[in-house]
């Protein structure tokens, strides 16, 4: 299994410009999870989908952000217009349902490192 | 701009002694929990996981202990690594239903050779 599959690994852009993340989560996994990792704050949970649907997206900072995921295998993020704050690394995660162990690990992409002159 | 980063915990551990990773977690109905490992540019890895149910597990030179009544989680590694320099976070999830892992902020392991 090659894993959770992100791209693009590094993007540089200007402020205003439209920046869009992608995200290829493990076969068969039912849930996916965007992640934002900065210095200042962390690993936030920005927004997340269940069998495609979107559960929880109270971590979105604002109308800026928005994600899609259009079937099972693959999810976007996109910023516009991106701003230099957005600059961070975004992490995307998948995992199965609960199964009766109750192991709920998460899988973690590469992560997509943003950088918005 | 950004003024002040976040001040990981930093733990400075010699190679070949043993290291104690400590978490605090917040919610008391929590019953999963998870300790993640997260190399320099690269996205967070499992290392082990427990259950409620439990006090203690372990894994190949990693164990985790459980104190519920004080809400506290530990990771020890054995004879410790210079592989092991990482920031190392512990997750925590309400079993059940669609909620997610909460991850804490993170402590920073260094091994000094």
């Known amino acids: 299994d090659a894993g959770v599959i992100q791209s693009p690994r590094h993007e540089v852009t200007e402020m205003g410009q439209e920046v869009t993340l992608r995200c290829k989560p493990i076969s068969g996994h039912d849930y996916l999870f965007w992640y934002r990792q900065t210095m200042m704050r962390g690993l936030e949970l920005l927004i997340y989908f269940n069998n495609n649907v979107p559960i929880d997206d109270s971590g979105m900072p604002e109308d800026r952000f928005s994600a899609k995921m259009p079937n099972a295998s693959f999810s976007t993020l996109k910023i516009q217009p991106s701003e230099p704050r957005d600059s961070a690394v975004y992490f995307c995660?998948?995992?199965?349902?609960?199964?009766?162990?109750?192991?709920?690990?998460?899988?973690f992409g590469p992560g997509t490192r943003l950088t918005v002159l | 701009g950004e003024s002040v980063g976040l001040h990981l915990p930093t733990l400075s551990v010699q190679e070949g002694d043993n290291s104690i990773i400590n978490c605090a977690y917040s919610n008391s109905a929590s019953d999963y929990f998870i300790w993640y490992k997260q190399e320099s540019g690269k996205g967070p890895q499992f290392i082990i996981d427990i259950r409620s149910n439990m006090d203690k597990r372990q894994g190949q030179r990693v164990t985790v202990l459980l104190n519920k009544t004080v809400k506290h989680l530990s990771l020890q590694i054995a004879a410790t690594q210079p592989g092991d320099s990482a920031v190392y976070f512990c997750a925590e999830k309400v079993r059940g239903g669609n909620t997610p892992l909460v991850f804490g902020k993170g402590t920073r392991l260094s091994v000094i050779a």
């Open positions: 995660a998948s995992r199965t349902a609960e199964d009766r162990f109750a192991h709920n690990e998460q899988f």
